[in-house]
């Protein structure tokens, strides 16, 4: 419960700062480029994540995806709703308990049943907080809330 209260506490905070893209709500920076630059698909392929480079770049719906290769982009190309992350590339731990369209961290990642989820993971108040923890503990009710809520949002 202590760690649903921080989270409250946080995702009021940080909300005002998320950078979206209105047309299609998935995580970017001020330039539209996704997760970071984080190569989506070397989530699939290498079970890392890696960042991508603008040489390996693909447009998709006024959203820029980097890859690590020519192949991954390819690989995206071919089927970009396969290694899109849930929720747009959001927080799934916010999403499944606010509803709310939080900053993850494009480290701490977890592949299930073939789906890319991201979770916060940084400081707050001085301490570690890693919403995989909690998301963990409850995985399979959560991933239903936090459908139900992205369903919400579009």
Not at 23 to 41: C, H, M, P, S
Not at 57 to 63: A, R
Not at 139 to 151: G, P, Q, S, T
């Amino acid at each position: 419960m202590k760690v649903l209260h921080i989270f409250l506490t946080l995702t009021v905070l940080v909300c005002a700062t998320v950078t979206s893209s209105a047309q299609n709500k998935i995580a970017t920076n001020t330039e539209k480029i996704a997760l970071g630059g984080y190569d989506v698909v070397a989530y699939f392929k290498s079970h890392d994540a890696v960042r991508g480079n603008s040489e390996n770049s693909v447009d998709h719906h006024g959203v820029t995806y980097y890859f690590i290769s020519p192949e991954n982009a390819t690989t995206f190309k071919s089927n970009p709703s396969a290694y899109q992350p849930r929720y747009g590339g959001y927080c799934a731990f916010a999403m499944a308990t606010q509803g709310k369209m939080v900053p993850a961290d494009p480290q701490t990642f977890k592949i299930r049943d073939g789906k890319l989820y991201l979770f916060y993971n940084d400081y707050y108040q001085g301490k570690p907080f890693n919403t995989i923890v909690p998301w963990n503990n409850n995985e399979k009710e959560l991933i239903v809330k936090a459908d139900d809520n992205w369903e919400g949002q579009n």
